[in-house]
Every structure is written in structure tokens, then in C-alpha cells.
């Protein structure tokens, strides 16, 4: 079955330093992914996404790279601030469906 | 501020009994989806609603059941409530069932079933 899973369950950086958050995915039809990150008490927020086309896409201090070959998924997210602590997850969308599977989620907490 | 409402916010419920979720979709959102979220774990997908009509459906068995209104609002309904049941609710509104990138979750409902 399909499924979307997480390298590291939790993450502590020191604020300023640049973030990685890994993420490994099993469907190779999923054509869409997005990364969503999770505050205490609210749902997914969207951060940036990336089509099976592309390899890499820039946003506001952050990046999700995309290597297919190996059906991974990073978000890299630039010094580091202590609005950036939450839950991040990893997410595809494989159509026609168009269900947004979601990873098990890492949480990152930044030391300031 | 989302566009997307929930309520209840919390909800207690006891086993075997049953529960309505609402959701208020963003204006003009034409497709919802809602998901499960237990603690410490990514949101579920339990099905999909598109121009009132399901649009798709997660491994949740039929005691889960939904509906869309006219007005975009739609409701969540588990019936026989099970104790694994207690989650985060969550609905996503978007325009298009095609694109995820216009996905807006509410905060979601607290379900604890005791």
C-alpha cells in the first residue's frame, strides 16, 4: 500500500542554525508532495509543495528538495527561529484520487 | 484565521453512543476532506466530499459516514463509538479536488471516547 514515513521522529536545533527534516516516501505514481507544519492546538499549515517534475523549489527560508530515484523528500529550513517549533509532516498526493497521505510527522524544537 | 470552522472544539462522548462533527468549508470550497488524527501521529484520511457527492475513501469502515450541504458546510458522523476512536478531527476545504495546494484545515475537534 501506499504509505509516507519519516527518517527522525524529533529534531532540536539551535536558533539561527539551518533545519533538516527528512522524509521517505513508498508510492512511485504519487506526482504531488507537500510539506505542512503542525502548531499545538491547530491544524496542518501549508509550507511549500513540489511536483514529480522538479527536483528542487525554493520559498521563504525554506526548501524541499525531491529525489525520486530514491523516493525521498527533504525540507530544509533556514536559520532557524523559535516560530519554526512544531510539528512538520511530509505529504503526496497521489491522483487521480487525490486522497494527501501524510507521514507520521517530525517534531522540531528550537533552543534558543 | 483559516475559513475553515469546526465545532465542537471538544467533544466527550461514551462508547457505543454517537457523534456529529460540523464543518464550515472556506467560501466557495467546493471539496472537503476529513482525516483522524490520533496523538502523536500524521492525519488519516477518512473520505472526501466533492460537490456533495463522496469522492473517495480511506481504510475507516462504514460506521464513519458524512455528508455535504449546498452550502459547503458539512458533518462528520461515527456511529458506535469505539474507546480507539478518541482522535483529533480534522476537515480540509479546497476549490478543486485536484489540488492540494488549496487545502485549509480547520483546528479540528477533540474527540474523547470514554
Known amino acids: 500500500g501506499e504509505s509516507v514515513g519519516l527518517h527522525l521522529p524529533t529534531l532540536s536545533v539551535q536558533e539561527g542554525d539551518n533545519s533538516i527534516i527528512n522524509c521517505a516516501y513508498s508510492?512511485?505514481?504519487?506526482?504531488?508532495f507537500i510539506w505542512y507544519k503542525q502548531e499545538s492546538g491547530k491544524g496542518p499549515q501549508f509550507i511549500i509543495d513540489?511536483?514529480?517534475?522538479?527536483d528542487k523549489r525554493q520559498g521563504q527560508r525554506v526548501t524541499v528538495l525531491l529525489n525520486k530515484t530514491v523516493k525521498h523528500l527533504s525540507l530544509q529550513i533556514a536559520a532557524t527561529q523559535p516560530g519554526d517549533s512544531a510539528v512538520y509532516f511530509c505529504?503526496?498526493?497521489?491522483?487521480?484520487?487525490?486522497?494527501?497521505?501524510f507521514g507520521p510527522g517530525t517534531s522540531l524544537s528550537v533552543i534558543p | 484565521e483559516t475559513g475553515v470552522t469546526q465545532s465542537p472544539t471538544h467533544l466527550i462522548k461514551t462508547r457505543g453512543q454517537q457523534v456529529t462533527l460540523r464543518c464550515s468549508s472556506q467560501?466557495?470550497?467546493?471539496?472537503v476532506s476529513w482525516y483522524q488524527q490520533a496523538l502523536g501521529q500524521g492525519p488519516q484520511f477518512i473520505f472526501q466530499?466533492?460537490?456533495?457527492?463522496?469522492?473517495g475513501r480511506g481504510n475507516f469502515p462504514p460506521r464513519f459516514s458524512g455528508l455535504q450541504f449546498p452550502n459547503y458546510s458539512s458533518e462528520l458522523n461515527v456511529n458506535a463509538l469505539e474507546l480507539d476512536d478518541s482522535a483529533l478531527y480534522l476537515c480540509?476545504?479546497?476549490?478543486?479536488?485536484?489540488?492540494?495546494?488549496?487545502?485549509?484545515f480547520g483546528s479540528g475537534t477533540r474527540l474523547t471516547v470514554v
Open positions: 480540509a476545504s479546497s476549490l478543486a479536488s485536484w489540488n492540494s495546494y488549496g487545502y485549509t
Open positions: 505529504a503526496e498526493n497521489s491522483l487521480p484520487h487525490d486522497k494527501v497521505i
Open positions: 466530499y466533492y460537490r456533495e457527492e463522496e469522492n
Open positions: 508510492n512511485s505514481a504519487s506526482d504531488y
Open positions: 513540489i511536483r514529480s517534475n522538479m
Open positions: 467560501s466557495g470550497h467546493n471539496t
